[in-house]
C-alpha cells in the first residue's frame, strides 16, 4: 500500500522560508514523478512543483526562482525547499506520487498546511 506522508508545514512570516517533506513507502518509486500541488480555500488545486527519479523538474509559473524542489532516491523522500514566501502561497500543501509503470497509478497524501500572514 503507497503511503505518502507529508510535513514541515506551519506558520510563518512573509519573506520567511519553510521545507516541506514527502515520505514516499509501500511502492517501486524507481520510476515515478513525485510532486506538491496546492489548493487554498476557494481555488483550484494546482501543481507547484514536480521532479522525476531522473532528477527531471518542473514548476508552476509563481514559485519559480523561490520554490526548489528535491529528492533523495535512496530514502524515498522528496523534499520542497521555500523560500521568500509570500501570503498568497499559504494553502493546504499536498506531495503527490505518480508511477509511470503500468498501470500508472497516482497516490496523494493527506496534505500539510502552510500559513503565511504577519
Known amino acids: 500500500q503507497v503511503q505518502l506522508v507529508e510535513s514541515g508545514g506551519g506558520l510563518v512570516q512573509p519573506g520567511e522560508s519553510l521545507r516541506l517533506s514527502c515520505a514516499a513507502s509501500g511502492g517501486d518509486f524507481s520510476r515515478s514523478v513525485i510532486g506538491w500541488y496546492r489548493q487554498a480555500p476557494g481555488k483550484q488545486r494546482e501543481l507547484v512543483a514536480d521532479i522525476s527519479s531522473g532528477g527531471l523538474t518542473k514548476y508552476g509559473d509563481s514559485v519559480k526562482g523561490r520554490f526548489t524542489i528535491s529528492r533523495d532516491n535512496a530514502k524515498n523522500m522528496v523534499y520542497l525547499q521555500m523560500n521568500s514566501l509570500k501570503p498568497e502561497d499559504a494553502a493546504v500543501y499536498y506531495c503527490?506520487?505518480?508511477?509511470?509503470?503500468?498501470?500508472?497509478?497516482?497516490?496523494w497524501g493527506q496534505g500539510t498546511r502552510v500559513t503565511v500572514s504577519s
Open positions: 503527490n506520487a505518480w508511477m509511470v509503470a503500468f498501470p500508472q497509478l497516482i497516490y
